[in-house]
């Protein structure tokens, strides 16, 4: 199977780039946030564990997202490719996903200066119940508040303010550049450039992937 790793800061668009692949390479988008929502809402004894570390603001174990990752990718169904949102974070998770084998593997860094992601991130809205995002400039819900999707409760993360978002940053250079640089170093990377709109952004992406 195919494995793509998407990387990029808080607010550079991975996620969103992930759904569009997912829609027209039929890829499975696998995002840790989901499968750390999904543990918790099954009130599993891992999802109790991770829950513990996220409403505290730490950073859940490597240890316990490595095992939550590999039973997800051992489900058996992925036979047409996946993309990763948000994994690996660190060294030790990029070293626990090359022991899953995959016929092809490619690594794609969406770059964004941090004043541009700031803002979108501050525009940002989630659905609380989907996970759907938008976005108050560029793509707002049809109605205030209300999912186009599920027409669940729309609403800004706890997380998405400046003082938050800018400390994610912080993070994120401290623990996940040093994934970028490991990735280079297999010579899998492609960087592209994820400022301006969305379409023009997955435009270049497509163009790696196909």
């Known amino acids: 199977m195919k494995r793509l790793i998407l990387f990029g800061a808080p607010g550079s668009g991975k996620g969103t780039m992930g759904d569009l692949i997912q829609r027209d390479f039929n890829y499975t988008k696998i995002s840790t946030g989901d499968i750390l929502r999904s543990a918790i809402q099954q009130d599993s004894a891992d999802g109790r564990q991770a829950k513990s570390f996220m409403e505290s603001g730490g950073l859940v174990p490597d240890e316990l997202v490595i095992e939550l990752v590999r039973r997800r990718l051992e489900r058996g169904d992925l036979d047409d490719g996946y993309v990763m949102d ?115 952004v997955y435009e270049k992406i497509k163009g790696l992937i196909a």
């Open 86 to 200: 948000g994994y690996p974070r660190t060294l030790a998770q990029a070293e626990a996903l090359s022991h899953i084998a995959s016929e092809s593997e490619k690594a794609i860094f969406i770059e964004v200066s941090e004043i541009e992601a700031v803002e979108r991130l501050l525009s940002r809205l989630t659905c609380s119940d989907c996970g759907a995002i938008y976005n108050l400039i560029s793509k707002p819900p049809k109605k205030d508040g209300t999912c186009d999707l599920c027409r669940g409760r729309v609403a800004r993360r706890a997380d998405d303010n400046e003082e938050a978002v800018r400390q994610r940053f912080r993070v994120y250079a401290e623990r996940t550049m040093p994934v970028i640089e490991y990735y280079g170093c297999k010579n899998v990377l492609e960087r592209v450039d994820g400022g301006g709109a969305a379409a023009a």
